[in-house]
Every structure is written in structure tokens, then in C-alpha cells.
């Protein structure tokens, strides 16, 4: 296919951009360290497709709209960076662009064809989001989880490759441990990131869900959910000591009725002292020697008879 030179705007190029547009070109900076001013290609739209590995999985809808409208207005100024498959060309970096394209009714799009495995494909479309800081907290972790998962990397490794310390992709990552209604709620902008880390301190899945709920149906701030969770801990703890108090308090029978069943038998007063319900100590008391000599008698017959 041929290749068609960029034209030349002049100086007034940008008298002529909207805000949105320049804000989309100022964007796109992170693009220019993998172009390197390749020639520009344009290809049929439908000759493209989005690249699996994406890690952005929701577009907004208005904003889609809204540079659609741009890019009628003044075209697709950013190409697209695609790899070649076997039958079509899989989309490095600029998804977004080409999606508003489409709605545009663009029929060709300017491209930049790129040799990429899919590692690197992988690694530029994460950093393009990043950077952009499209990707919503849980699509953040998830590409984060994609990299090291599909791709054997380690947490360093793969916070070197995106430019990130190790500590925030753990503390990104730790999202994905959240009840998955919980994920989808901060997907869906029901609650923001800041809410849901709030929630990682509550273990139980449906009580993280309950409390997502309870935060949307009362817009609730991340300050009133951290209040919310440390009342729901402080809850849990008083009942983990009020059943260890029960539990005590029913092991303490317990220990009198085998006490009593002991001195039945033994024919002298017994004590029984627990240290954590499993290990302790029998006390057994005398009041003469002839006494310890039956108790220890009478114990002596008892493993005679074993």
C-alpha cells in the first residue's frame, strides 16, 4: 500500500485546534518514543482491530463522541500504531482514536506499522494508558496482573517496565483481591479507588459488598468510609472477645464437671488449670502421707490395669 506524506499545517496549527484536540495530541507524547518517525501509512479502517491484550476495556462513551466530533472537524492528527497478523492489523497504541474514527465514519486512518511480539505490545499499550491515566483503578491492576501473569515477570520487573516503584503496582494489585461486585462497582464509577482500598481492610467478601452499597446509596466521602470500616472492625473485635468469653465461660464448666468426676474417683479434692484449651495441668490435693500413698496407689492400679 502506498505511503502518503503528512502535510504541512503551517505555524497556525494551533489557532486552529480545538482544546480537545490539542489535549489529545499533548497526550499522545509517550507514542513518540515508539514511532520514531516511521512512515505513515493509511490503511481501511476495518483493516484494523483492537489488540487483545488492551488493557483498557471501557471507553467513555461521551468522550468518544467528542473527539469523534474533532477528528470530522480536523482529522485524525495522531496515527495509529499497529503490528501486522496474518490477516488484519492488531492495534499497539491508539484504540481510543480509532474507535472515535469509526464513529467519525472515517473509511482510512493514518497508521504506523511497528514489529512488535506481544510482550511489547503489551508493555507500550499499559504505558500509553498509564500515561494518558485512562485506565480506571481495577483496569490498572489488571494490566498489571496481565504483565506479570502472561509474561513471568516479576512485580519489580514489571513496575521498571512502566516506570513505576514496586510498592505502587503491589498496592495497585492488592484491588483484585476485592469482592468482584466490589471491582465492578469501581469499574462502573460507583465508587472511587480511594473507597475501595478503604475496603481491603474488611476480609469478608459480602461485608466489602454491603459496605460498597452502603457508600453509592449514600454518597459517602473516603473519609466517612474509613470511619465506617474502623466502627465495622472495632464491631468485630468486641464480638471475637465476647466469644472467647463465652468460650471460656463454657469451658470453665466443662473443666468443674470433669474436676467432680475426678475427685469421685480419686476420693480427694481435684484442680484442673487450662492454659489455651488444649495443654494444662492437674492439681490433685493431699493431707497426709498415708493419702498421697492411696492416690498414688490407687493411680498405679489404674495402669496396672491398662
Known amino acids: 500500500m502506498a505511503a502518503r506524506k503528512k502535510g504541512g499545517l503551517g505555524k497556525g496549527i494551533d489557532a486552529l485546534i480545538t482544546p480537545t484536540v490539542k489535549k489529545e495530541a499533548d ?8 514511532v520514531e518517525k516511521t512512515v505513515e501509512l493509511y490503511l481501511k479502517i476495518d483493516e484494523i482491530e483492537p489488540n487483545r491484550l488492551q488493557p483498557r476495556k471501557n471507553f467513555d462513551e461521551d468522550a468518544l463522541q467528542e473527539l469523534s466530533e474533532s477528528i470530522k472537524q480536523y482529522g485524525l492528527i495522531q496515527p495509529i500504531v499497529v503490528k501486522k497478523q496474518e490477516k488484519y492489523y492488531e492495534i499497539v497504541a ?7 474514527a469509526r464513529i467519525a465514519g472515517l473509511k482510512e486512518v493514518p497508521v504506523i506499522v511497528k514489529e512488535y511480539d506481544d510482550r511489547e505490545s503489551m508493555e507500550i499499550a499499559i504505558v500509553e494508558n498509564l500515561q494518558r491515566e485512562d485506565l480506571n483503578p481495577i483496569e490498572e491492576a489488571q494490566a ?8 513471568g515477570l516479576k512485580q519489580d520487573e514489571a513496575a521498571k517496565k512502566v516506570s513505576k516503584s514496586r510498592t505502587a503496582v503491589t498496592n495497585a ?23 475501595a482500598r478503604t475496603l481491603l481492610a474488611v476480609e469478608n467478601k459480602d461485608e466489602q459488598y454491603t459496605m460498597a452499597m452502603l457508600i453509592f446509596d449514600n454518597k459517602m466521602s473516603v473519609r466517612e468510609t474509613e470511619k465506617l470500616v474502623r466502627n465495622y472492625q472495632k464491631k468485630e473485635e468486641e464480638k471475637k472477645v465476647s466469644e472467647k ?9 466443662i473443666y468443674h464437671q470433669l474436676e467432680e468426676r475426678m ?42 490395669v491398662g
Do not use: P
Not at 144 to 151: A, G, K, P, Q
Open 245 to 253: 468469653k463465652e468460650d471460656f465461660s463454657q469451658m470453665e464448666t
Open 263 to 304: 475427685k469421685s474417683v480419686i476420693g480427694s479434692k481435684v484442680a484442673i488449670h487450662s492454659r489455651n484449651y488444649k495443654k494444662g495441668k492437674i492439681e490433685i490435693e493431699y493431707y497426709s502421707n498415708d493419702e498421697l500413698e492411696r492416690i498414688i496407689d490407687l493411680i498405679e492400679s489404674v495402669k496396672q
Open 173 to 195: 494489585m492488592r484491588l483484585l483481591k476485592l469482592d468482584e461486585r466490589v471491582q465492578q462497582m469501581v469499574i462502573d464509577d460507583m465508587i472511587s479507588g480511594g473507597h
Open 144 to 151: 498489571y496482573r496481565c504483565l506479570i501473569e502472561e509474561f
Open 27 to 34: 497526550q499522545e507524547k509517550v507514542i513518540e518514543k515508539v
Open 94 to 100: 491508539g484504540e481510543r482514536r480509532w474507535r472515535a
